[in-house]
Structures are given as structure tokens and as C-alpha cells.
């Protein structure tokens, strides 16, 4: 902001002493030209007599001589100084008009040089913002800029998504191994644990990617619920869904995308529904997907609605859980998907969670 100011300053320097520069141009040039003509005044030699309209009517009439007066006898270069100081007085007023002019518009074309390089700037930035590198940029230096931005940008996001993929994927034989031997001795409490591993994985795993940099197709958002519901009910049998078989739920996106979403939603309204039902729906209405999820427990006040969907942001923070990591993955699914997720929920009576994709 500091330098923003700093640079609006200079320019606004810099437009004042090119006013001020033009201004005293033109005084130089009056000053000049008054000058030059008072030169070519004190050249001329001669005298003028002042001879009234009477006294030639009166002469002309009776035919008579003028009688000559040496106090109306005034010399050429008096009359001529005289007659340049009128002339240039009444243009004193014209000359003040101009350089009032000329502030006024070099004001307002400072004005409208800040307004153009700050509508070049946030143009930019919304390009960066919104990593639109392909949008052409005027200027060759910033042009340049963004190529090495977005060379450096992909570069470490592609060295970024492989790194999780790979230890995701180690880390999930390795589990799939253990829970494999866990089923074997029928270790129930263990094997939760992995299965909550696992889908921790799942969970940073679906975070650390981008639209831009995966394959993505066509999925059923009624088959996804279907499978999340199947999962929980065997630890929660207090979970009803129901959809229309009519309704085509398809979206664009990844299965494990609206997979960990979902079950993130139905997770907490397990956690926080007091042991009450969960009831999760999916419409299509207006050519989009609708999913909702519903609990009777203990809602979220209202001015912490807004912060819910933030990165790691706790309702609870007494709570050893917490709404964590989940909410953020919910509306970062969302965005992967060209959706937006929202909650209506009232203290002590319960949320209500509303995912919205389009529909293809």
C-alpha cells in the first residue's frame, strides 16, 4: 500500500511539473513577445498631436487654422507604450483562463492515467488470482512475468501433486496390508482406525489437487451417497436417503472427490447429531445436483457460519475434534467442481448442509 501511494505520489509530481513547465512556457513567450514589440516601439520617432472631433469639425466648417497646443503634443513611443500596456493587460485575463485550463486537464488526464494503470493492475491480478496465464498481457516485461510465473507455478504443483500421489499411494498398500492381517485376527478397533487412516489420505490426497491437472469425468452423485450411507450404517443405523430414481444426479468431477466430501458431512452430523437421525437427499433442480445433509443436533451459531468452510477452522475448540480439515475439503470440492456449498443450522436444533454441482 505504501508503495502504491509512493508511485501515485511521483505521478502526480510528475504531471504538476509538466503543468507547471507548459505554464511557464507560455509566460516566457508573453514575456518575450511583450518585449519585442516594446523594442519595436521605442524605434519610432515622431510626434502625435490629440485633435478632438470638434476642433476639426470647427476648422473644416469656418476655415480656420488649428491653433497647436504643446501639452496635447504626445511622442510616437509614449502613445505606442501605452497602447501595447492596454493590449496586453486585457490579456491578462485570458492567460490566466489558460493556465487554469491547462491545470484542470492535466488533473483530469492524471486521473484518468491512474485509473487506467490501476484497472491494468487489477486486471492482472484477477489473471494471477484466477491463474488465467493464457489472458494476453500489453506489456512485454509483464508478459515475460507471467510466462515465469506460470513455468514456475506449474512446475511446483506438478512436483507437489506427485509427491502426495506417491506417498498416498505407499501409504495405502501399506495400510491395505495391515487391515488385511487385522481382518485375519479380527481386531474390530484396529481396523476403524486404519479405515479412518485410509481416509485421511483420501482426504489430503483430495486437497492437494486441481481441476487443471487431473482427469475428470462423469459421476453419479445418488450411487456416491449410496455408498456413503452403506458405510456408516453399519456404525450408525440412524441415517435415511432417499432420491428420486427418475433424476439423472450426474456431475463432472472424481468419484473420491464427492466421496470424501460427502462422508465428511454425513461424519459430522454423526458426531454433533446427538445420537439423533441423519437424513441425507439428492434432487436435480434447475440443472444442477442438490445434496443435502441434515442433523438435529446441536447446530452453529450463526456468526460462525461464514467461518465453517475456512481451513481448519474449529466450532468447538474445546472439542478434541472438531469440525476440522473436513468443511474446508467440502468447499474445496465444490470449487473443483464448479459448485458451492452453503449451511442453514440454528443452535440446538440442528444444520442443514447444501451441496449444489452442475448437472451434465
Excluded at 110 to 119: G, P, T
Excluded at 130 to 154: A, I
Excluded at 218 to 245: G, H, M, N
Aim: charged share 25%.
Amino acid at each position: 500500500m505504501r508503495r502504491l501511494i509512493k508511485h501515485r505520489r511521483k505521478s502526480a509530481f510528475a504531471i504538476a511539473l509538466f503543468s507547471l513547465s507548459i505554464t511557464c512556457v507560455l509566460i516566457l513567450a508573453i514575456y518575450v513577445v511583450y518585449q519585442d514589440v516594446d523594442k519595436s516601439a521605442s524605434n519610432q520617432s515622431g510626434i502625435l498631436y490629440q485633435l478632438s472631433s470638434e476642433e476639426l469639425a470647427s476648422s473644416i466648417i469656418d476655415k480656420t487654422d488649428i491653433t497647436i497646443q504643446d501639452s496635447r503634443m504626445i511622442p510616437i513611443q509614449k502613445y505606442q507604450s501605452h497602447i501595447q500596456n492596454q493590449v496586453f493587460a486585457s490579456l491578462v485575463p485570458y492567460g490566466m483562463t489558460c493556465i487554469v485550463f491547462l491545470f484542470i486537464v492535466s488533473t483530469q488526464f492524471w486521473l484518468y492515467m491512474r485509473r487506467l494503470h490501476d484497472k491494468e493492475a487489477y486486471q492482472l491480478a484477477q489473471h494471477l488470482k484466477y491463474r488465467e496465464y493464457e489472458t494476453e498481457v500489453d506489456h512485454p516485461m509483464l508478459q515475460e512475468t507471467v510466462r515465469l510465473l506460470k513455468k514456475s507455478f506449474d512446475e511446483q504443483l506438478y512436483d507437489q501433486q506427485k509427491l502426495y500421489s506417491y506417498l498416498s499411494h505407499e501409504q495405502k498398500n501399506t495400510l491395505a496390508i495391515l487391515k488385511t492381517e487385522l481382518e485375519a485376527t479380527n481386531h474390530k478397533e484396529y481396523q476403524k482406525k486404519l479405515d479412518d487412516l485410509s481416509s485421511s489420505i483420501d482426504d489430503v490426497l483430495t486437497l492437494s489437487e486441481s481441476k487443471e491437472y487431473v482427469t475428470m469425468g462423469i459421476v453419479d452423485v445418488s450411487l456416491v451417497c449410496a455408498e456413503v450411507c452403506d458405510q456408516y450404517r453399519r456404525v450408525y443405523p440412524k441415517i435415511a436417503f432417499s432420491f428420486d430414481e427418475q433424476d439423472i444426479c450426474d456431475v463432472w468431477g472424481k468419484h473420491r472427490w464427492l466421496f470424501r466430501a460427502i462422508s465428511n458431512l454425513v461424519d459430522n452430523a454423526i458426531k454433533y447429531g446427538s445420537n439423533q437421525k441423519v437424513s441425507i437427499e439428492v434432487k436435480r433442480e434447475y440443472d444442477c445436483v442438490i445434496v443435502i445433509v441434515k442433523d438435529q443436533g446441536v447446530g452453529i451459531p450463526t456468526k460462525k457460519q461464514d467461518q465453517i468452510f475456512q481451513h481448519s477452522y474449529r466450532v468447538n475448540e474445546l472439542n478434541q475434534d472438531g469440525y476440522g480439515i473436513g468443511l474446508s475439503l467440502v468447499r474445496h470440492v465444490c470449487d473443483l467442481c464448479s459448485g458451492f456449498a452453503y449451511v442453514e443450522s440454528k443452535e440446538q436444533e440442528g444444520s442443514t448442509f447444501y451441496l449444489s454441482f452442475p448437472a451434465v
